[in-house]
């Protein structure tokens, strides 16, 4: 047996290095900010795993997934944290998932650190919490946690209690300080990117400038490193587009159409076609038959 042979046979893992070719890392957005090239990244919202595999195929770099099964309490949503991220990586092995965490999960840093090592090991490239503190920022990332988190309007519950509904951020320049100071602080305690959420476009040009990390935009505009649309957006799905969204295609439209047409189709008599269906051989058919008549 030649020594390639051996290698061959006694040898079953094929390296050492457990990363998956393609996968876009935060290394990977980070050199997309230096080259100077946009980061696209989508948020599926409520539209589930197929999207995030559509936008996958397309080569949108950043997957923003929010918690599933929010319904279900948080000791309960947190125990099926892996299956869910497991569903989102299995049809998108490409795309950054940047995992939205539920508060609970990092309201204290050893359990931050234990959740979020468990988020990365079940498929998660990068952890959001939103409004995470400084302290427990830096421990979880000095601990190898890849935080890409967010300043700005912070989105859900946070923003109604804290602003009273989702608000514009930075119309002065004490407010607007205010946000770059948070960014620059979650850039130096360790947060490795994150979105911007509607400030001013000079505001917007002016942090992600400054910053080192990539800074997305969500209705911000301005020269950040790229932009983050929400699929509800994107679909026109929303009753009440918000002003930075753009529809790029009707989802239930289509959906409806096509259902609308098969319905059509089977109550009419066009479907099926002998052709979506097959024959049994004609000399069993005679067999079965005779056999059901005498039943």
């Known amino acids: 047996m030649t020594e390639e042979q051996k290698k061959a046979m006694f040898s079953p893992l094929p390296k050492m290095s457990m990363a998956v070719k393609g996968r876009k890392t935060i290394h990977y957005l980070q050199q997309l900010k230096d080259e100077g090239k946009k980061i696209v990244q989508h948020c599926p919202a ?14 949108v770099d950043v997957c923003r ?68 503190n400084n302290e ?83 209705a911000a505009g301005g020269a950040c490193n790229g932009s983050e649309m929400v699929d509800g957006d994107t679909f026109g799905l929303m009753s009440k587009p918000a002003m930075h969204a753009k529809t790029y295609a009707n989802f239930l439209e289509f959906a409806f159409n096509a259902y609308s047409a098969w319905a059509n189709d089977v109550r009419t008599g066009a479907y099926p076609e002998d052709k979506h269906g097959w024959h049994m051989d004609p000399d069993e058919l005679d067999k079965f038959n005779n056999e059901i008549e005498k039943a």
Request: charged share 15%; net charge positive; with cysteine.
């Open 136 to 218: 427990t920022l830096k421990y979880v990332a000095d601990n190898c946690v890849i935080i890409f988190g967010h300043v700005g309007a912070i989105s859900g519950w946070q923003t109604m209690g804290l602003y009273g509904g989702y608000k514009k951020l930075g119309k002065t320049a004490e407010d607007a300080m205010k946000v770059y100071r948070m960014a620059y602080e979650y850039q130096e305690n360790g947060m490795k990117a994150m979105t911007i959420e509607l400030t001013p476009i000079e505001v917007s040009n002016a942090i992600a400038k400054k910053i080192r990390v990539p800074v997305i935009s969500i």
């Open 46 to 59: 409520m539209l589930g795993p197929m999207f995030t595999m559509a936008a996958n195929m397309a080569g």
């Open 65 to 132: 997934l929010p918690p599933g099964e929010g319904r279900a309490g948080f000791e309960e949503s947190l125990k099926r944290v892996p299956e869910h991220l497991a569903t989102y990586r299995a049809v998108a092995p490409q795309i950054h998932i940047n995992y939205v965490a539920n508060t609970n999960a990092y309201a204290e840093k050893h359990s931050a650190l234990a959740n979020f090592a468990n988020f990365h090991y079940c498929g998660a490239d990068s952890i959001l919490p939103q409004a995470i």
